[in-house]
């Protein structure tokens, strides 16, 4: 039974190693990958964000400039989100719900709200960017889990080959029930 247990040891030790070797691996390549396409999309930062003038490489840089995003939006919405907004343009140029009362275009079709498409398109590119950073944050987390299996896969390799379920060799004084033996 002592051996199964020794063995089992051995076993999980060696798929610890084994996982948190995968985790670090699956965990970098993750978190190159992130900076790499951030890089590809060559996102420079406006004068206004944290990083004015530099490239948008990582995923604290995404967050942070979807963040400033943000703010340009509501800015040119005058404070109104996409919901708060009219879904079409009256013939003065004001937001309006109200279908009837909106301008027409040379079909007659009402003219939209070209500032919902800015809060649309916003919403879409902060939401990319924002999974960037999320991104990058897990697969950082998977590099932390993936050394801490490493270590425990480790530690279970020390215990299991250092024979620490093997019962150690007692003194005559331990055998003899801790009395001194007399001759």
Do not use: C
């Amino acid at each position: 039974m002592r051996r199964l247990i020794e063995l089992g040891g051995l076993l999980g030790g060696i798929v610890l190693v084994l996982f948190g070797a995968a985790a670090i691996f699956i965990g970098a390549t993750g978190y190159s990958e992130v900076r790499d396409s951030l890089r590809q999309e060559r996102i420079i930062g406006t004068p206004d964000s944290t990083i004015p003038g530099q490239l948008v490489d990582t995923g604290d840089e995404a967050r942070a400039f979807a963040d400033v995003m943000r703010v340009h939006t509501m800015a040119m919405t005058g404070g109104q989100t996409y919901s708060e907004m009219g879904r079409f343009i009256d013939g003065g140029g004001k937001p309006t719900n109200d279908e009837t009362a909106a301008a027409k275009d040379a079909n007659g079709q009402p003219v939209e709200n070209g500032l919902r498409q800015v809060w649309v398109t916003e919403t879409a590119l902060s939401t990319a960017l924002n999974t960037a950073y999320m991104a990058e944050r897990l697969a950082l987390f998977g590099i932390i889990v993936g050394i801490a299996l490493l270590l425990s896969g480790i530690g279970f390799l020390v215990l299991a080959l250092g024979g620490t379920l093997r019962p150690r060799a007692m003194t005559v004084t331990e055998i003899a029930g801790g009395h001194p033996i007399t001759a």
